[in-house]
């Protein structure tokens, strides 16, 4: 059974920062690409960043230079850590695997988690 595991969403005041985790079970891990999504209230889900299987990244914009996108495959886990955070952060973060990167990056990944919340406020 495929399983991927969220995990270290919570609250924290902007310009603080957090590591979200992703772990994965039940795939050849590291034959997959993976990403994080976020879906805030109200607006629809959107690609936050996206790590192939030899280790290539890409960022949207609107977390360039403020998230991190890393893995490795002898742990089947993922991380983002997510530093300077703004408001519009405020999202449930998803994980997504799937042995290619165009399908992960379009959205219809094969495997995903059940997400963790991240709230900023003050």
């Known amino acids: 059974q495929v399983q991927l595991v969220e995990s270290g969403g919570g609250l924290v005041q902007p310009g603080g920062s957090l590591r979200l985790s992703c772990a994965v079970s039940?795939?050849?891990?590291?034959?997959?690409?993976v990403a994080w999504f976020r879906q805030a209230p109200g607006k629809q889900r959107e690609l936050v960043a996206v790590?192939?299987?030899?280790?290539?990244?890409n960022y949207s914009d609107s977390v360039k230079g403020r998230f991190t996108i890393s893995r490795d495959n002898a742990k089947n886990a993922v991380w983002l850590q997510m530093n300077s955070l703004k408001v519009e952060d405020t999202a449930v973060y998803y994980c997504?695997?799937?042995?290619?990167?165009?399908?992960?990056?379009?959205?219809?990944?094969?495997?995903w988690g059940k997400g963790t919340l991240v709230t900023v406020s003050s």
């Open positions: 997504a695997a799937d042995p290619w990167s165009s399908t992960v990056v379009a959205g219809t990944a094969a495997y």
């Open positions: 039940g795939i050849v891990f590291s034959v997959n690409a």
């Open positions: 790590i192939g299987s030899g280790g290539g990244t």
